[in-house]
Each structure stands twice: as structure tokens, then as C-alpha cells.
């Protein structure tokens, strides 16, 4: 994003509120749904929301290129003006929020399968824990790492494998529990 708005404090503050807004909401709106499902349901959906993930990624390139027009409008006469964050606001609701509110929905999903024992608490806390760490590490990695030796494409596709390595793993988790215990064909 800051190839698109800029290395300003309000650039890093717009991509930042609408990352972290995302999240909330998908959350927010992940565990309404996640609490109507079943525990199988839940991995489904997961799934999907892993997926748009996915898309997301792979769009994001174009969108940018997509958008560079809009930012050149904004800045054609020396003058920022309202446009100029207007257009901003809008660019990381498109290119942000929307990929960060279905990130932000996976975890009740998780939470919905994998909460399910005499300790739910628990279970909850351990999830969350490996969760975090495992975005504290990837953005360490991307951040630091990735994108300074690979370049911003190969860091994007790394996101791209570990979003469908996580497809997998359910997949793969579906399969397990289906082959243990019968699932009513009316709880799918």
C-alpha cells in the first residue's frame, strides 16, 4: 500500500485502521455465524473465507494498477485537497479491509471446531495463542525478510501458499473427522 499512498504517518494510520478494522468486524460478524453452525459447518466456511483471502491477494496487484489513475487525478494540480485522502480511505476499504474482515472471521470459525471439549476456555486460549503467534512471526518474516530479499510479488505469493496450506489442513482435517465419527447428512 505505501507504494500506492505513500510512507506518511497518515498513509501508515489508513492501511493500519482499515487491516485492523477488518479484523474486528470479520470477528465480530465470524462469531454471530460461527454460533449457528455446526462444528463441520464451521470448517466449510472457513474454507471459503480462506479462499476469498486468496482472491484477494492475487488481486491486489491489479487493483493497485487499477487505482494509480484515481491518485494521479487526486494529485494533478500540486494539491492534495480532500481527494487526495478520500481516495486513500477508499483504495484501503477496497484493497484492506474486505481481505482483513475475512482473515478476522476465520478465527471463530477455528474457534466453533476446535472448542468443543470439557474445556472450552482453555482450548479457546491455546488457539488464540498459536494464532497470534504465528501473525506476529509472519509479519516479522514479511516485513523483515521476505519482501527486503524477494521482492513484494514473492511475498505476496507466499501469503497465497500459506492461505491454501491452511485449505488443505481442513481439508484434510474434514476428511479425518468424517472417516472417525458419521456426520448426519442434515448437520452438513
Do not use: K
Request: with cysteine; charged share 5%.
Amino acid at each position: 500500500m505505501t507504494l500506492s499512498l505513500g510512507h506518511t504517518t497518515a498513509a501508515a494510520s489508513t492501511v493500519v485502521a482499515a487491516f485492523l478494522g477488518g479484523l474486528a468486524v470479520g470477528a465480530a460478524l465470524g462469531g454471530v455465524v460461527a454460533s449457528r453452525l455446526s462444528r463441520i459447518q464451521s470448517l466449510f466456511v472457513y474454507i471459503g473465507l480462506e479462499l476469498a483471502v486468496v482472491l484477494a491477494a492475487i488481486a491486489l496487484p491489479f487493483e493497485a494498477r487499477a487505482l494509480t489513475p484515481l491518485f494521479q487525478i487526486a494529485y494533478a494540480n500540486g494539491d492534495a485537497g480532500f481527494a487526495f485522502p478520500a481516495i486513500r480511505l477508499v483504495s484501503c476499504l477496497l484493497m484492506v479491509f474486505a481481505p482483513a474482515a475475512a482473515l478476522g472471521a476465520t478465527f471463530p470459525m477455528a474457534i466453533r471446531w476446535f472448542a468443543h471439549s470439557d474445556a472450552p476456555a482453555h482450548r479457546t486460549g491455546v488457539l488464540y495463542a498459536v494464532n497470534t503467534t504465528g501473525a506476529a512471526i509472519g509479519a516479522l518474516a514479511a516485513g523483515f525478510v521476505l519482501i527486503p530479499s524477494f521482492g513484494l510479488l514473492a511475498t505476496i505469493l507466499v501469503g497465497i501458499a500459506a492461505s491454501t496450506l491452511a485449505i488443505l489442513c481442513v481439508v484434510g482435517l474434514i476428511w479425518f473427522e468424517r472417516g472417525l465419527e458419521p456426520v448426519p447428512t442434515n448437520d452438513i
